[in-house]
């Protein structure tokens, strides 16, 4: 495999030799149908607080002009939040707004707490990967069955799709790390792979453009 360049900042080295060690996990159970000794505790401890950092920054990120109102009920649902019914939309609004807003931090009581810089960064470079991801070269597919694309994989087009594809990492990624087969003709491990697989090679550059 290439070496890495080194990009100057060492929060996104690490990320870089997060994203290539995953990959080369999920080659493994691609080719072998399962991890390598010592992987699941990789999955476990390293990739997977890594997403659990982009759900908390998706949460800070979002804001509620970046949502319908019916994404803003499912948003708040799939949080485990429920709210009162109010009498009309606009306070219904008001109160899926007030849910966002305990949600990301915001209003309510306050507390110091380090700086969301490591999370927000998470996200964003989640949202950079899956909008680099369908433009993958043909060359740079990795996947080993079908056919060497991703421009079938669609990026997230508004909130809760974003939050959507980031929690099925977070399933797949546990899945795995349980040590549940993957198929390969599963869309959401393929997925999965995809994201890994465009991570790594964005980051080969030190997160500059190829």
Known sequence: MTDLVSSGFGEFDRLAVLYRRTRELLDAVSTHGQLPSGGSEVLATETLP??????????????????????????????????????SPAEQRAALIE???????AGGERELVPAPGRRLAALELA????????????AAVHFPVGLRTYADIAPPRSAAELAERIEELERSLWHIAAGRPARLSDGRYRRTYGFFD?????????????
């Open 198 to 210: 465009t991570a790594a090679r964005i980051s080969n550059s030190g997160f500059l453009p190829s």
């Open 50 to 87: 890594h997403v659990e950092d982009m759900e908390q920054g998706f949460k800070i990120w979002l804001r509620a002009g970046q949502a319908a109102l019916d994404e803003l009920r499912v948003l708040v649902s799939r949080a485990g939040l429920v709210s009162l019914e109010p009498n």
């Open 99 to 105: 849910a966002i807003q305990k949600l990301s931090g």
């Open 127 to 138: 949202r950079l990967t899956f909008a680099l991801l369908p433009t993958t070269p043909p």
